[in-house]
């Protein structure tokens, strides 16, 4: 399975930290994407970064990719305590077709 | 607006009950997709239909059923549940190919 995996499984952070998230893929991909997740609820969508691109920014996310060690990172800048959530990424299989996510990242940040 | 609704959103049942859990989307995708998720596995994606009368399987297929007569519909069907497939079920639809997936409100399956 090409699965990624997310790293660290479990961060706790004070409010106005920043938050670091990695992630670890298996094969090669045409684009990298970034979830989130509160609680139970369905995923949204937070960047995508293609596998040509080696960084992007929204807002207070910077996501870096790096196809050589077939990994990523999710930089959550100033991080608040609404930022608490679950964190995914998602890779697509070269023919893309299929989508595959990581085991995710929760991140809980305290007021 | 823009979404992904499905029903029902929590369901219990008896092992071998047949069920489907019904899946639409108002974006005019193309590619549908169901996934479930469990915990300490993440999401995994059970099948996939790139459009209309179009599906595959994804990782995870056994024991699930899917079907795509319209474009907007993607029904996820379990013929024969068992409690193996207790867990959180999203589906998810695409413009075109791997880019940004939206998702449904999730559907909470427990089989007994």
């Known amino acids: 399975s090409q699965q990624g995996e997310e790293d660290p499984q479990a961060l706790s952070i004070q409010e106005g930290e920043n938050a670091t998230m990695n992630c670890s893929y298996k094969?090669?991909?045409?684009?990298l994407q970034w979830y989130r997740q509160n609680s139970g609820r369905g995923l949204v969508h937070l960047i995508l970064?293609?596998?040509?691109?080696r960084e992007k920014h929204s807002g207070r996310l910077r996501v870096t990719l790096d196809t050589s060690k077939k990994s990523s990172s999710l930089l959550i800048t100033a991080s608040r305590a609404a930022d608490t959530a679950s964190y995914f990424c998602?890779?697509?299989?070269?023919?893309?077709?299929?989508?595959?996510f990581g085991t995710g990242t929760s991140l809980t940040v305290i007021p | 607006e823009a979404q992904v609704t499905q029903n029902p959103r929590y369901l219990i049942t008896v092992t071998g009950k047949k069920l489907t859990v019904t899946c639409s989307q108002n974006?005019?995708?193309?590619?549908m997709s169901w996934y479930r998720q469990d915990p300490g596995l993440g999401l995994r994606q059970i099948y996939y239909?790139?459009?209309?009368?179009?599906?595959d399987k994804g990782d995870v297929p056994e024991g699930y059923k899917v079907s795509r007569k319209e474009k907007r519909n993607f029904p996820l069907i379990l013929e024969s549940p068992s409690p193996n497939q207790t867990s959180l079920y999203f589906c998810?639809?695409?413009?075109?190919?791997?880019?940004?997936?939206?998702f449904g409100p999730g559907t909470r399956l427990t089989v007994l």
């Open positions: 998810a639809s695409t413009a075109g190919g791997t880019d940004t997936q939206y």
């Open positions: 094969t090669s991909i045409n684009n």
């Open positions: 970064i293609r596998s040509n691109e």
């Open positions: 998602a890779t697509d299989a070269h023919t893309g077709n299929q989508f595959y």
């Open positions: 974006m005019n995708h193309e590619y």
């Open positions: 239909s790139m459009n209309v009368e179009v599906t």
